[in-house]
Every structure is written in structure tokens, then in C-alpha cells.
């Protein structure tokens, strides 16, 4: 049991990080367009992380790394802010909380597990907290960040499932390692046709790049991988409904943002959603 409680925490580490992307990418890089930073947060870290690990796939893990690179990574990260950069980080927030629903029906497809009841109903309550957290009433919709949010989470939702499937032989730093550096290498080609010419960037462009990539992508993807393999899909996803609640917390610590009684219940039906999604299954 004590194992099982400090996989959730070190895994919920991640998402909490995570929940500073929309406060350091609208604040500290503004003029960067969203492929370019998810490439120059993807990249740098795996290769730092193969550095460390000195480890290159074989066989079946060369195009296996690719595939999860390109889920979990590119083009998850490509989605990801081109939602931050075209929604109000509320709505955004709210399209990705759908993440955890989307995995427990796919876990059930591709891992034959049982679609349990309390799964569902966790990732609702988790998803109702979110919009009570982060909408509000002049939240405006973009059709194309809305469905940019939504085929992010699909994206990561599957590779989530497939990375768990596949059950990579090499530790999980290792794994991580290629799966950022397959990831960042497929974004090369498409920043460089698609993409405007990267401003000069500033330091505190460049502060806010260290963080996305060796703190909010080498370390937190880590911590996450190796989540994904220890505990249930839709325990982990779960955690994910942490993101949201982190970026209103840091919105209000550093923004002057204010918390009213709709937001105080929707951080009640989040950490509500996360208990109910850590319960073991019974017999378990």
C-alpha cells in the first residue's frame, strides 16, 4: 500500500507541472509560434536524457518509439498550445479534462480491462471540477483550439494506453529518452515548412524554455512514464485533472486572479475525482 501511495504522489508530480505551461508560455513567450515551442521543449530534453542514459532502440523499439514520440509528444505538444495560444486558458483546460474518459474506453480496447462504473464517474466529477475551476462566463470558443485541445487528448490517450501495452524492456528514463527526442525529431520537419522564423528570444525567453523542457518535459515525463506503468490507466490519467487546478492556483498566487465559491466546490470535485480514481478495484 505504501508503494502504491508514493507512485501516486511522484506520478502526480507531473501534472502539477504541468499545470505552469499556460501561465509561462502566455507570459514569457508571446511571439513564439506553438509548434516551435513544442519542438524546443521536446527535443532539448530527450537529447539531454540520452546523454544521461547513452542507450539507442532496437529492433521493434525504433519504430515503437516513434509511434508513442509522435502520440505522447509531437503531436500531443502541437495541440497542446495551439490550444494555450487560441483559447482562454479556462476553456482550454476544460477541452483537455476529457482526457481521463477517453482513456478508460480505451484501455478497455486495447488492454481488455473492465470499463468500471467508478472510472467514469470520477472522470466526470473530474471534469465538472474543471469547468467550475476555470470557466467562466466570457470565456470565448475558437473552433480550432477547441479541436486542437481535443485531438491532444485523444492523442496522449492513446499513447498513455500503448506505452503501458508495449511495456518497454529498458528503465523508464530510457524509454522517456526516446520518446522526447522521436517526438522533438519529427517536429523538425514540419516547424521547418510550416513555422515563421523563431524570434531573437530574450532571457527570459529563454528561462521560460529551461523550465518547459528540462523541468515540465525531461522530469515530468519520467515521473509520468514510470506512473503509466505502475498503476491503472485510469488512476493515472486522473491525475491530470491536477494540471488545471495548478494553473488557477498559480493564477491567483502570481496573476492577482480571484477564487470564488464556484471554483472552491470545483476543487472539491477534482481532488473528489482523483480519491474516487485511486480506489482499488474490489478483489483487488
Known amino acids: 500500500m505504501r508503494t502504491h501511495v508514493s507512485d501516486i504522489a511522484l506520478t502526480a508530480i507531473a501534472p502539477v507541472i504541468w499545470g505552469?505551461?499556460?501561465?509561462?508560455?502566455?507570459?514569457?513567450?508571446?511571439?513564439?509560434?506553438?509548434?516551435?515551442?513544442?519542438?524546443?521543449?521536446?527535443?532539448?530534453?530527450?537529447?539531454?536524457?540520452?546523454?544521461?542514459?547513452?542507450?539507442?532502440?532496437?529492433?521493434?523499439?525504433?519504430?515503437?518509439?516513434?509511434?508513442?514520440?509522435?502520440?505522447?509528444?509531437?503531436?500531443f505538444l502541437s495541440m497542446l498550445f495551439v490550444a494555450a495560444y487560441r483559447l482562454p486558458g479556462g476553456v482550454a483546460a476544460t477541452v483537455a479534462a476529457i482526457q481521463p474518459l477517453i482513456v478508460v474506453f480505451i484501455a478497455a480496447l486495447l488492454l481488455?480491462?473492465?470499463i468500471r462504473p467508478v472510472a467514469v464517474v470520477a472522470a466526470l466529477v473530474g471534469i465538472a471540477g474543471?469547468?467550475?475551476?476555470?470557466?467562466?462566463?466570457?470565456?470565448?470558443?475558437?473552433?480550432?483550439?477547441?479541436?486542437?485541445?481535443?485531438?491532444?487528448?485523444?492523442?496522449?490517450?492513446?499513447?498513455?494506453?500503448?506505452?503501458?501495452?508495449?511495456?518497454?524492456?529498458?528503465t523508464m528514463l530510457t524509454s522517456t529518452a526516446w520518446q522526447l527526442t522521436a517526438g522533438g525529431l519529427l517536429l523538425i520537419p514540419v516547424v521547418l515548412v510550416f513555422e515563421p522564423s523563431m524570434p531573437v528570444p530574450t532571457v527570459p525567453n529563454l528561462l521560460a524554455l529551461c523550465w518547459l523542457s528540462i523541468i515540465g518535459a525531461a522530469l515530468t515525463y519520467a515521473l509520468w512514464f514510470r506512473g503509466v506503468a505502475r498503476l491503472?490507466?485510469?488512476?493515472?490519467?486522473?491525475?491530470?485533472?491536477?494540471?488545471?487546478?495548478?494553473?488557477?492556483?498559480?493564477?491567483?498566487?502570481?496573476?492577482?486572479?480571484t477564487l470564488n465559491a464556484f471554483q472552491a466546490v470545483g476543487i472539491l470535485f477534482v481532488i473528489g475525482s482523483i480519491w474516487l480514481s485511486q480506489r482499488p478495484p474490489r478483489g483487488a
Do not use: C, H
Open 130 to 170: 474543471v469547468a467550475l475551476l476555470v470557466l467562466t462566463p466570457q470565456a470565448a470558443l475558437d473552433e480550432v483550439g477547441v479541436a486542437a485541445g481535443l485531438a491532444g487528448a485523444v492523442s496522449m490517450a492513446f499513447g498513455n494506453v500503448l506505452a503501458r501495452k508495449w511495456k518497454s524492456p529498458e
Open 20 to 75: 505552469s505551461t499556460y501561465i509561462v508560455t502566455t507570459e514569457f513567450l508571446q511571439g513564439f509560434s506553438p509548434l516551435t515551442v513544442a519542438l524546443l521543449r521536446a527535443l532539448p530534453a530527450g537529447l539531454i536524457l540520452l546523454l544521461i542514459v547513452r542507450r539507442l532502440p532496437k529492433g521493434i523499439w525504433w519504430w515503437r518509439s516513434f509511434v508513442l514520440g509522435g502520440l505522447n509528444i509531437s503531436f
Open 112 to 114: 481488455k480491462t473492465a
Open 232 to 257: 491503472e490507466p485510469a488512476a493515472v490519467s486522473a491525475l491530470l485533472f491536477l494540471s488545471p487546478l495548478t494553473a488557477v492556483l498559480l493564477g491567483w498566487v502570481f496573476l492577482g486572479q
